[in-house]
């Protein structure tokens, strides 16, 4: 499967950002999801996963209550809404797929993975 992140960009601290992930090649509902984030100088982390029908969920303390992903496995997508975005939010976000049926939080579970794309937020 290939995937193409888009969305980000630069924000006021306390703004929201949509980020999305496109997926093609093969069967979208047939991968648990994931959003990652890489600060400079830090190891990648766990943002979100989302199973693969959707209904298990799951967040990093730091964003739980500030964001929220979702899927659309009709349109082939993977979203993540990001509110009360703060500085420490900035990093470059990935979106990375994994046949298992629920998402987990190692990056090293995952496969495939997007190229990612920049969220900076500012004071």
């Known amino acids: 499967v290939q995937l193409v992140e888009s969305g980000g960009g630069l924000v006021q601290a306390g703004g929201s950002l949509r980020l999305s992930c496109a997926a093609s090649g093969d069967t979208f509902s047939a991968y648990s999801m994931a959003w990652f984030r890489q600060a400079p100088g830090k190891d990648r982390e766990f943002v979100g996963g989302i199973s693969r029908t959707g209904f298990g969920r799951g967040y990093s303390d730091s964003v739980k209550g500030r964001y929220t992903i979702s899927r659309d496995n009709a349109k082939n997508t993977l979203d993540l809404q990001m509110n009360s975005l703060v500085p420490e939010d900035t990093a470059v976000y990935y979106c990375?797929?994994?046949?298992?049926?629920?998402?987990?939080?190692?990056?090293?579970?995952?496969?495939?993975w997007g190229q990612g794309t920049q969220v900076t937020v500012s004071l």
């Open positions: 990375a797929a994994s046949r298992g049926y629920r998402y987990n939080t190692r990056d090293s579970d995952y496969a495939y």
